[in-house]
């Protein structure tokens, strides 16, 4: 295994693995994105999810907080 | 407003002005990558849809094509970690130049395959730094690493490669 061997795969690698010439867009993919974009739901993050979990856990654990936490709201 | 500040505020408008102005160059970077333009013009609406998702992280002062770039990379790591198995290297993209007819149809299968086996963050770098020929700074850029973490994925890259052609038994020195 030496530097040599190394060289010699990176050129048969090159002999076999062209680079890609034509990488021209054929095609406005502005409606792909637009039917996508119409497609996915609103999504809630997962830290609201979270956040809401450990209100939720607070709540239960301490329910004398329920009064103070509608006041604030 | 600027058309990247009313981007980052959740303008459609604005969205579709940069979707426009950047689409070609995003689907040049991830047709070198995947090769494949099917899968290409795919990604390309995948990563734009990443980015509008994480639109109000975008920092309008920012650069939004290396910003995209390294999105596009993402979403064709995210394809080659998913596709490893099934994915062959298309024969029919045009590319430069034939490849070469002293290395032996059987060789260069071997190669190809391979390169296939890479893991995906090996043959990801590995195809632009070698078959691509992108600058290292570059590709470190696009995929979030130093140069020289590149150049370690790389040389690695080469090490896998010999050592899986060497248990083919694939001769190597047989094709110059």
Same mark, same amino acid.
Not at chain 1, 43 to 63: E, H, K, S, T
Not at chain 2, 109 to 138: D, M
Not at chain 2, 143 to 170: D, E, H, Q, Y
């Given at each position: ?40 739901? $609103? ?8 956040? $809401? ?21 | ?31 070198? @990558?995947?090769?494949?333009?099917? @899968? ?137």
């Amino acid at each position: 295994m030496n530097e040599k061997d190394d060289k010699e795969i990176y050129e048969l690698l090159k002999r076999s693995i062209t680079p890609v010439v034509d990488t021209e867009l054929r095609r406005d993919l502005w409606p792909e994105m637009l039917k996508k974009l119409s497609q996915q739901p $609103a999504r809630v993050p997962w830290f609201d999810w979270a956040l $809401a979990a450990v209100l939720g856990a607070l709540l239960i654990v301490f329910p004398g907080a329920i009064p103070a936490l509608l006041y604030h709201l | 407003m600027e058309l990247l500040q009313r981007f980052a505020a959740g303008d459609l408008d604005a969205f579709e002005v940069l979707f426009r102005q950047h689409q070609k160059e995003v689907y040049a970077w991830v047709v070198r @990558i995947v090769r494949d333009r099917g @899968i290409a013009e795919d990604l390309t609406v995948e990563t734009f849809w990443r980015i509008y998702r994480a639109r109000a992280r975008f920092n309008p002062e920012g650069n939004f094509q290396g910003w995209a770039r390294r999105i596009a990379t993402n979403a064709a790591l995210d394809y080659l970690r998913s596709a490893r198995h099934e994915t062959e290297l298309p024969e029919d993209l045009p590319s430069r130049p034939e490849p070469d007819p002293a290395v032996r149809r059987e060789t260069r299968e071997q190669i190809r395959g391979a390169f296939r086996q890479l893991p995906a963050k090996y043959r990801l770098v590995a195809t632009l730094a070698l078959i691509e020929e992108e600058p290292y700074n570059k590709i470190a850029e696009a995929t979030g690493l130093s140069a020289g973490l590149v150049k370690i994925r790389v040389f690695r890259a080469v090490r896998m490669l010999r050592k899986t052609l060497s248990s083919l038994a694939v001769p190597l020195g047989a094709n110059k």
